[in-house]
C-alpha cells in the first residue's frame, strides 16, 4: 500500500516557491522542498489529487493557485519505511503572499529562479529534477496556466 502525496511546482515571476520544512516533520525535517502533502481518504470523489494540492497550500503557505498541471511522478520510501507515491504539479502563484502559516510543517519560505535550485550544492536530484520538468513545461509551452 502506498500513501499518495502531491507537490506543487509553484511558478511566479520567474521563481519557484520552495519551504524550508520544519525540524518536526518526521521526513525530510529541515529540508527545501515543494510545498505539498498527502491525500486524505474520502470515499468516492473527484480531482481529489488537485483539490489536496489547494488545501495543502493554503494549509502551509496561505496562498492560492491556479493552472495545476500534471509534471511528473516517482515513489520513495520514508525513512520510517511508509512507500509514497509522489506526484508533482506545475502552479501558478494566484494570490496571498506566502508565509510559513503552518509552523508545525514549514519554517521559511524562499523564491528562487531555476538557475539558482539548479545549482544549489545541499538540494536534492529528486528537487532539481523535478523544477526541471516544470521549467520545461513552461519554456515548451506546454505550461499554459489554465485553471482547474
Known amino acids: 500500500m502506498f500513501v499518495v502525496n502531491v507537490e506543487g511546482a509553484i511558478h511566479r515571476d520567474g521563481k ?3 519551504i524550508l520544512r520544519s525540524e518536526k516533520e518526521e521526513h525530510a525535517g529541515g529540508s527545501l522542498s515543494l510545498v505539498g502533502g498527502k491525500c486524505e481518504f474520502e470515499g468516492v470523489s473527484s480531482d481529489i489529487l ?3 494540492l ?3 497550500i493554503f494549509e502551509e503557505v496561505g496562498s492560492e493557485v ?3 498541471e500534471y509534471v511528473n511522478s516517482s515513489s520513495f520510501i520514508t525513512d520510517s519505511g ?3 507515491v509522489d506526484i508533482v504539479f ?3 502563484h494566484k494570490s ?3 508565509f510559513a502559516k503552518s509552523t508545525e510543517e514549514v519554517d521559511g519560505v524562499f523564491w ?3 538557475s539558482e535550485i539548479l545549482s544549489h550544492p545541499e538540494l536534492p536530484d529528486y528537487l532539481k529534477r523535478n523544477i526541471k520538468c516544470a521549467e520545461e513545461k513552461i519554456q515548451d509551452g506546454s505550461g499554459s496556466g489554465r485553471v482547474k
Open 82 to 84: 511508509i512507500n509514497v
Open 96 to 98: 496571498g503572499e506566502p
Open 90 to 92: 506545475l502552479c501558478h
Open 50 to 52: 488537485e483539490r489536496t
Open 16 to 18: 519557484w516557491l520552495l
Open 54 to 56: 489547494q488545501r495543502e
Open 112 to 114: 528562487m529562479t531555476t
Open 66 to 68: 491556479t493552472g495545476i
